[in-house]
C-alpha cells in the first residue's frame, strides 16, 4: 500500500465514524485505565465493548 493509499484509507474511516458514531471523553484516576483494561482483555474484550456493555446492562435495569 502507498503512502497516499494509506492516507485516503485513514481519510475515508475517519470520515464513517465521524458519520456513525459520537465519542465521550471518560477520565479515570491514574491507574484505574491499566485496570480497566486487564479485565477487558482477560473477557476477550476492548475497552470500548466493555465499556459500552456495562453502560447497556446498567440502563437495562
Known amino acids: 500500500m502507498s503512502e497516499s493509499q494509506g492516507k485516503a484509507s485513514t481519510r475515508a474511516k475517519n470520515k464513517y465514524n465521524a ?3 459520537e ?3 471518560l477520565v479515570v484516576p ?6 480497566i483494561k486487564a479485565y ?3 473477557k476477550g474484550e476492548s475497552i470500548n465493548g466493555f465499556v459500552n456493555k456495562a453502560i447497556d446492562k446498567a440502563m437495562e435495569e
Open 30 to 35: 491514574k491507574g484505574k485505565k491499566a485496570k
Open 40 to 42: 477487558a482483555d482477560s
Open 19 to 21: 458519520a456513525n458514531y
Open 23 to 25: 465519542r465521550i471523553a
